[in-house]
């Protein structure tokens, strides 16, 4: 069971502006670990998006951003494209949950 | 460039163990944490657990008691055992790398259907 929760959905046409949130508790994101965020296409293996609630790992376009405040996170689409169509991910640290690394519920995210 | 490779059966009977097994090319396996994650169909991610080089183990606490992950250095690799497995178990299995708190590489995934 995810301990982050994410939209199940979020959608907007070519060139505009998305955002998933990703909302945590004072076990995981409100007692200060990082939120990463994950791109997976379907069919493949989940792609590391964002990754320090705020670092785009080389290759990935600055179209991709991260925030975090409290106890929730933020990852925002900008010019959204075609190629963006898939499911996202949320990921953080849980310490109540035997300490380990815990998953967002996920987000598809459609382009009209 | 680092590289993981998931293999083991795709097709294990219900009450039996399934078992994976993880070879990491490019880098050593030593110095990292690495780990194990599925996603049962049309579902998200769940961590089932990781193991630092020394052996050292964290297991997901709904899987610890059917669970065994070990790593072997001397051929990079590592590799899961999950007994008295389900219809609930079916999953795509991924193992991946844990740099620092996020997970930078991942293998391409196994699916695994436990059926009779």
């Known amino acids: 069971q995810s301990v982050l929760t994410q939209p199940p959905s979020v959608s907007g046409a070519p060139g505009q502006r998305v955002t998933i949130s990703c909302t945590g508790s004072?076990?995981?994101?409100?007692?200060?670990?990082?939120v990463h965020w994950y791109q997976q296409l379907p069919g493949t293996a989940p792609k590391l998006l964002i990754y320090?609630?705020?670092n785009r790992p080389s290759g990935v376009p600055d179209r991709f951003s991260g925030s975090k405040s409290g106890t929730s996170a933020s990852l925002a689409i900008t010019g959204l494209q075609a190629e963006d169509e898939a499911d996202y991910y949320c990921?953080?640290?849980?310490?109540?949950?035997?300490?380990?690394?815990?998953f967002g519920t996920g987000t598809k995210v459609t382009v009209l | 460039q680092v590289q993981l490779q998931e293999s083991g059966p795709g097709l294990v009977k219900p009450s039996g163990t399934l078992s994976l097994t993880c070879v990491v090319s490019g880098d050593s396996i030593s110095d990292y944490y690495w780990t194990w994650i599925r996603q049962p169909p049309g579902k998200g991610l769940e961590c089932i657990g990781y193991?630092?080089?020394?052996?050292?183990?964290n297991y997901n606490p709904s899987l610890k008691s059917r669970l065994t992950i070990s790593i072997d250095t001397s051929k990079n690799q590592f590799s899961l055992n999950l007994r008295s497995v389900t219809a609930a178990d079916t999953a795509v299995y991924y193992c991946a790398r844990i740099q620092r708190g996020w997970l930078d590489y991942w293998g391409q995934g196994t699916p695994v259907t436990v059926s009779s």
């Open positions: 004072s076990s995981n994101i409100g007692a200060g670990y990082d």
């Open positions: 990921q953080s640290f849980d310490s109540r949950l035997s300490e380990s690394y815990v």
């Open positions: 193991i630092f080089h020394t052996g050292s183990t």
């Open positions: 320090g609630n705020s």
